[in-house]
């Protein structure tokens, strides 16, 4: 056996979603084994529609701000699409997430389409990076906020795991902003292809900072837009809680729904099935919640999810954008 091959078993055991699904049904056959089913048939049996169906609304409108926000984010760095198009691209993503690790998936497909053969794949993939990574840090500034401010209603272990998540992804994005061009020039003279194509997106990305820098006004307005965007989710997850008769703060989601998010971009499992549902049992527990309540909250949140996925499934299916295929060697 050569000195690669066991690399290469590790690295084909780690992505293989085979493992993903394993680890998504183990988890669920963890919660089921633990789980009170007289309790999650009265949770469930209790529903409140109205409720439901506001949540379900929200989070299809939540997809809209989002293409708005990315077009906002990718029209200085030379796309000028019509907003229409961003909003679809985002539904199709959001499809394509459910049946990917984590949103990279959905990510490079969104920003496959956006470059559609124009040579700008770079940017492209750049300006999906800048919508997420510049939304993460709107989210979990705002999670540091209301951490600071109902510190007396969490639970004691909450606030320093909000302040280590929050604050060191913030430290570590200021930090990649700082240092791109000081890495793409230590990249620069590397002859190996895989440091090229890394030297070649750092690049990118210092090029895009400044020209954010010089479009402040689109940069700012990006970043209004996000704190928008994540106030209407946190609603449809509050929401969603009542609808269940939970009786959960709109400040308490606003804290614990970035590090959901977080967990959620592990790529572990299947659209964040299992975790969902384990993390939000974790974080409801110090409030009272009962398991069958908080599985049912993760398990309604995934439903509404597909239903507003299913929007990109419809688009995705008419043909509108071509099929995603393995591109072929060039001879």
Known sequence: ????????????????????????????????????????????????????????????????IVGFRWRTLARPLGFPDPVLRFVGLQFVGLYINLF?????GGDVARAWYLDGGRGLRARAMISVFVEQSSGMAVLFAMALVSCLINRSALPDWLLPVVLTVCGGYLIVMLSLIASSRWLSARLRSTRSRWRQVVHHYFETFAEAATIYWRHRGAFLLSIGL??????????????????????????????????????????ISISGIGVREASLSLFLAPLGVLEPAAVSLGLMSFFNLVLVSSIGGIVYSLGVYPKLEAEKPEN
């Open 226 to 267: 996000a704190i928008g965007m994540y106030i209407v989710m946190n609603i449809s997850y509050w929401m969603l809680s009542r609808g269940l008769g939970l009786s959960v703060s709109l400040g308490y989601f606003v804290t614990i729904i970035p590090l959901l998010t977080a967990l959620m971009f592990v790529p």
């Open 100 to 104: 990917m690790p984590s949103t990279l």
């Open 1 to 64: 056996m050569s000195s690669t091959e066991p690399g290469r078993i590790v690295k084909r055991v780690i992505c293989s979603p085979w493992l993903r699904v394993a680890f998504s049904a183990a988890i669920l056959g963890w919660l089921c084994y633990r789980m009170n089913w007289t309790e999650l048939a009265v949770t469930w049996r209790e529903l409140r529609w109205e409720w439901w169906l506001a949540s379900l609304a929200l989070g299809a409108g939540v997809q809209f």
